[in-house]
Nanobody, 131 residues
Framework: VQLVESGGDLVQAGGSLRLSCIAS????????IAWFRQAPGKKREGVAC????????YYMKGLPDRFTISSDSAKRTVYLQMNDVKPEDTGLYVC?????????????????????????WGRGTLVAVSS
């Protein structure tokens, strides 16, 4: 299994970024892929999740609609579009996979707050937003 993130950058507030998570080594449609964020000095938290089994999307409660998750199964890639970025969006963005049945069993809320573990993680891509 391999997850490779890209797209992170140093950007000014108000700009846009599209993060990519390219997946290999597993049956893509059997898994959900989620983006997590670890801000400096804070706990890792789930931002958004795309279930490739049924196309459902999940977002962290209170997440602004500036964030959109999408998936391209032909490219085996899940994207996180971030618009009008703000300094509080700064952090290491990491993608992880969880079996779709695991997401169904545990629920996004438990996965999002780390109460149910992901099956595999990428190494992350760094987003830094300057004011």
């Amino acid at each position: 299994v391999q997850l490779v993130e890209s797209g992170g950058d140093l950007v000014q507030a108000g700009g846009s970024l599209r993060l990519s998570c390219i997946a290999s080594g597993f049956i893509f449609d059997d898994y959900a892929i989620a983006w997590f964020r670890q801000a400096p000095g804070k706990k890792r938290e789930g931002v958004a999740c795309f279930d490739n089994n049924d196309g459902m999307t999940y977002y962290m409660k209170g997440l602004p609609d500036r964030f959109t998750i999408s998936s391209d199964s032909a490219k085996r890639t899940v994207y996180l579009q971030m618009n009008d970025v703000k300094p509080e969006d700064t952090g290491l963005y990491v993608c992880g996979i969880v079996a779709s049945r695991g997401l169904l069993y545990a629920g996004w809320e438990n996965i999002q707050k780390g109460a149910y573990g992901m099956d595999f993680w990428g190494r992350g891509t760094l987003v830094a937003v300057s004011s």
